[in-house]
């Protein structure tokens, strides 16, 4: 967007353009710069904010999001373990059931990529980690002897403790 830095789409404009881009100027650098064989990558979640000028100069590729399948699969392999290392817990205090993660990306989580699912994995776990501790500190208040260590179970019927209500309905209206 524009700002008191300038405007990022009408220097990418300026830089595309064919008859400027062998004697586009660097107006930081103060240096003549030769651009006529530099690959510009761009990224962009909705074209409708682009010009139609600069948007007639690049070439479009749309990426799909992941699959239900595919987000489960990051979310057990990567998501859940950092975030339990994260929260400083182990395999005995939480048992995250398969059900579970299908829920928070069918109903929580239906962005394409996984950011928010990851968030909302990082939520679960730092809740647990604070049960954990008030539950030990209660127990150590008592008798620290006694204490039984039972995992805690995150599966689809108990998400809604952790992460509140769902976003999503799965009803078709």
């Known amino acids: 967007g524009r700002g008191w830095a300038g405007d990022p789409s009408s220097a990418?404009?300026?830089?595309?353009?064919?008859?400027?881009?062998?004697?586009?100027?660097?107006?930081?650098?103060?240096?003549?710069?030769?651009?006529?064989?530099?690959?510009?990558?761009?990224?962009a979640n909705?074209?409708?904010?682009?010009?139609?000028?600069?948007?007639?100069?690049?070439?479009n590729i749309s990426l799909?999001?992941?699959?239900l399948e595919e987000k489960v699969a990051i979310a057990q392999r990567?998501?859940?373990?950092?975030?339990?290392?994260e929260a400083g817990l182990t395999t005995n205090d939480i048992d995250v059931k398969d059900s579970a993660v299908e829920g928070l990306a069918r109903d929580y989580c239906r962005e394409a990529g996984v950011r928010n699912l990851k968030n909302h994995?990082?939520?679960?776990f730092r809740k647990v980690a604070l049960q954990i501790a008030k539950r030990r500190e209660e127990s150590s208040k008592q008798d620290?002897?006694?204490?039984?260590r039972l995992p805690s179970i995150i599966d689809e019927s108990t998400l809604e403790t952790y992460v509140g209500k769902p976003v999503f309905s799965r009803e078709r209206l």
């Open 12 to 43: 990418l404009l300026e830089a595309l353009d064919p008859e400027q881009n062998s004697s586009f100027v660097d107006h930081y650098l103060d240096t003549p710069l030769d651009l006529s064989k530099v690959l510009f990558i761009c990224t």
């Open 46 to 59: 909705n074209l409708d904010t682009i010009p139609g000028p600069l948007l007639d100069r690049m070439q």
């Open 64 to 67: 799909s999001g992941y699959i």
């Open 78 to 85: 990567y998501l859940i373990p950092a975030a339990r290392e």
């Open 121 to 124: 994995v990082e939520k679960v």
């Open 144 to 148: 620290a002897a006694s204490e039984v």
